[in-house]
């Protein structure tokens, strides 16, 4: 089945740096891929999709993610990290039976 | 536009009651999807429901149930709670996930068991 994995539940990056997430799919087919953002105390906000019309995708807030066949991956970044960035994000996948199946998130740490 | 609502925010039940959780999705939209949140397992999917049917279940048991309504507003039920089912329940809600599937969600219901 169709899935997500995340590595690193957690991330911590200087204010300034570079932001990497990291997400891997398994997949046979190209899915429908998404990255979201959890700030504390609320739900979810989309950050940015992937629906085959780019492998680049920019989102929101300054972030992108690039869809690798390839790599079977979709990392997120950001070139320049800002405190309120802090958050957990979650890369999730749309399935065939379209069920929306998250990752297990990555909480960003910025350090000031 | 008003964004998805939930209610209640927080509440505090004991081992063997019930609770109701409401969702009312942005107006248009006729899928309401519902997650379970922990620190542990992360986003779980519980079930989707899509013009007042059961679209799809997540891998939950029985004692966890929904509905919708014709007005598209949901309600997910917990029966017989246990310690293990304190967790955040999200609503996200969408135009139809036959298409590219974006979700919009609430802020969540937190539920405590003691």
């Known amino acids: 089945a169709q899935s997500v994995t995340q590595l690193g539940s957690h991330v911590s990056v200087s204010e300034g740096a570079l932001v990497l997430l990291r997400c891997n799919y398994s997949s046979s087919v190209p899915p429908y891929l998404f990255w979201y953002v959890q700030y504390p105390n609320q739900g979810l906000q989309l950050l940015l999709k992937y629906t085959s019309a780019a492998t680049l995708v920019k989102g929101i807030n300054g972030f992108e993610a690039e869809f690798k066949k390839s790599e079977t991956s979709f990392h997120l970044t950001k070139p320049s990290a800002h405190m309120s960035d802090a958050a957990e994000y979650f890369c999730a996948v749309k399935r065939r039976d379209d069920k929306i199946i998250f990752g297990k998130g990555t909480r960003l740490h910025i350090l000031p | 536009k008003a964004g998805v609502t939930q209610t209640p925010r927080y509440l505090i039940k004991t081992r063997g009651q019930q609770v109701t959780l409401s969702c009312s999705p942005i107006s248009g939209h006729r899928s309401v999807s519902w997650y379970q949140q922990t620190p542990g397992q992360g986003l779980q999917f519980l079930f989707e429901y899509f013009s007042e049917t059961q679209r799809n279940k997540g891998n939950f048991p029985g004692r966890f149930s929904g509905r919708q309504f014709s007005n598209s507003r949901s309600e997910m039920n917990v029966s017989t709670l246990e310690l293990g089912d304190s967790a955040l329940y999200l609503c996200?809600?969408?135009?139809?996930?036959?298409?590219?599937?974006?979700?919009?969600f609430g802020e969540g219901s937190r539920l405590t068991v003691l």
């Open positions: 996200a809600s969408s135009l139809s996930l036959a298409n590219t599937g974006e979700l919009f």
